[in-house]
């Protein structure tokens, strides 16, 4: 079911948006300017995405298959798509309100109470097609309608959701983050930076040299050797099996080192247990998130502080919550009941919640809508700006490169390639194995 699956990534999208508006209403009505350009780039990104593209597809497909196959789903179907059908004359109107509060003429806590107004109809709507309509579509629609819906979401020729308009949508949602205010943090601003231990620029901070490790009596890493300086977004890129997670796992202690040394910040940490190397300052992101379900969001995250003082938690939570406002608005639900994106910020927010002086990124963007995987490296770059140094794992080599400062390339337990971002991304070879290109 690819298309529900688009869907409601669309539809987390589309509610972290909202959430972003209502809060800079709030703002607004406290006394922050007027973020012109951000409202601009969220109404842009409406028009064109969801406006032309998502619901058109919903209801020539999935709303026209529903309505044959569960006729007791018709009045809420027509409710929807009187919804879609008035929308574009909405978001004119609001338009129309932010120019004029842009040139003096309209009052801020006029457009305030107007955009509150637009996001409460947009969620109402998100909330119906997510429990009064998806759920049935599940049930209900048979093989050959899911084999047509599917066709018409993922058609890559398809002039509204093939490949090119998707990549336009990309751009507009990274204009969007790219505009977003601090105090909202959309996509990492520096209202979420927490702060790290300095050490000199030029620093070597940490230094492997000859690690192996054994699965067994197989050798997954044979001599790897590697340098990342203080304040370096270093990548590690390979294809699956190539050994990337055992490098990291075992960077972290939690895998055993049969040879090899590692220095960190000067000092050889080869024979400490993986709990005193994250008191050291190497805080990790795993593979696969792996948050603890069961518990809010907010343990979650003070679990990741569990080294640091009691005093500092709250608030560097709430620097957290700054960087990933969907965090906020859930921070009592447990863990477990979020998206796989929104999964993927409380795995990274949580590492952050440790203050990192190396943080280890394992596959962040693994599983993600591409929308989503566009913001998450927009956290990276911003953490990257920050000044914290980053080890990056990345089976997307393009996006891994394209944001680092230097790269490995890994395969079959071993270095093979080193270089700038820019000159792996350049390289030939590199660009056949991993790039496509």
């Known amino acids: 079911m690819d298309a529900?699956?688009?869907?409601?990534?669309?539809?987390?999208?589309?509610?972290?948006?909202?959430?972003?508006?209502?809060?800079?209403?709030?703002?607004?009505?406290?006394?922050?300017?007027?973020?012109?350009?951000?409202?601009?780039?969220?109404?842009?990104?409406?028009d064109q995405f969801v406006e032309r593209s998502h619901h058109p597809k919903e209801d020539d497909y999935l709303f026209r298959l529903l309505r044959q196959r569960s006729p007791e789903s018709v009045a809420t179907l027509d409710a929807l798509q009187l919804q879609h059908a008035e929308g574009p004359a909405r978001l004119s109107a609001l338009r129309i309100q932010l120019a004029s509060a842009h040139v003096g003429q309209l009052p801020l806590s006029e457009l305030?109470?107007?955009?509150?107004?637009?996001?409460?109809?947009?969620?109402?709507?998100?909330?119906?097609?997510?429990?009064?309509?998806?759920?049935?579509?599940?049930?209900?629609?048979?093989?050959e309608d899911w084999a047509s819906i599917n066709q018409a979401f993922l058609d890559n020729k398809d002039p509204l959701f093939g490949e090119v308009a998707q990549a336009e949508f990309r751009d507009l949602y990274h204009r969007?983050?790219?505009?977003?205010?601090?105090?909202?943090?959309?996509?990492?601003?520096?209202?979420?930076?927490?702060?790290?231990?300095?050490?000199a620029a030029s620093e070597v901070l940490l230094r492997v040299q000859g690690m192996e490790s054994c699965y067994g009596r197989?050798?997954?890493?044979?001599?790897?050797?590697?340098?990342?300086?203080?304040?370096?977004?270093?990548?590690?890129?390979?294809?699956?099996?190539?050994?990337?997670?055992?490098?990291?796992?075992?960077?972290?202690?939690?895998?055993?080192?049969?040879?090899?040394?590692?220095?960190?910040?000067?000092?050889?940490?080869?024979g400490l247990r993986s709990d005193k190397r994250m008191r050291r300052g190497i805080c990790q992101s795993p593979e696969g998130r792996q948050v603890f379900g069961p518990l809010s969001i907010e343990d979650n995250l003070a679990l990741g502080a569990y080294t640091q003082p009691r005093h500092q938690v709250a608030g560097d939570m709430e620097k957290i919550f700054a960087m990933f406002p969907i965090l906020k608005e859930k921070r009592a639900l447990p863990a477990g009941t979020l998206s796989g994106g929104q999964q993927q910020m409380l795995a990274i927010g949580r590492a952050l919640m440790g203050r990192p002086r190396l943080l280890l990124l394992d596959e962040p963007s693994m599983g993600l809508a591409p929308l989503l995987v566009q913001e998450v490296f927009g956290v990276i770059k911003t953490l990257k700006a920050q000044g914290m140094t980053i080890l990056l794992v990345e089976q997307n080599a393009l996006a891994a490169l394209d944001i680092a400062d230097r790269g490995y390339v890994l395969e079959t337990g071993s270095v093979t390639l080193t270089g700038t971002g820019q000159e792996l991304i350049n390289n030939e070879q590199v660009r056949a194995a991993y790039l496509g290109m």
């Not at 509150?116 to 048979?142: C, F």
């Open 4 to 46: 529900l699956r688009i869907i409601s990534e669309d539809h987390n999208n589309l509610w972290r948006l909202a959430t972003a508006v209502d809060q800079l209403a709030t703002d607004m009505e406290g006394g922050a300017p007027l973020a012109h350009d951000f409202f601009e780039s969220v109404f842009n990104y409406i």
């Open 112 to 143: 305030a109470s107007a955009l509150r107004s637009y996001t409460a109809g947009l969620k109402a709507h998100i909330l119906m097609e997510e429990k009064q309509v998806l759920p049935v579509a599940r049930k209900v629609l048979l093989k």
């Open 176 to 199: 969007i983050v790219s505009t977003a205010p601090e105090s909202i943090g959309l996509g990492g601003q520096s209202a979420g930076h927490l702060p790290t231990r300095t050490v």
């Open 218 to 270: 197989i050798k997954a890493l044979k001599g790897i050797s590697l340098e990342v300086r203080r304040g370096e977004t270093v990548a590690l890129v390979g294809a699956n099996g190539a050994g990337k997670t055992t490098f990291l796992r075992t960077l972290s202690g939690v895998q055993p080192m049969s040879a090899g040394r590692i220095h960190f910040d000067g000092d050889d940490i080869s």
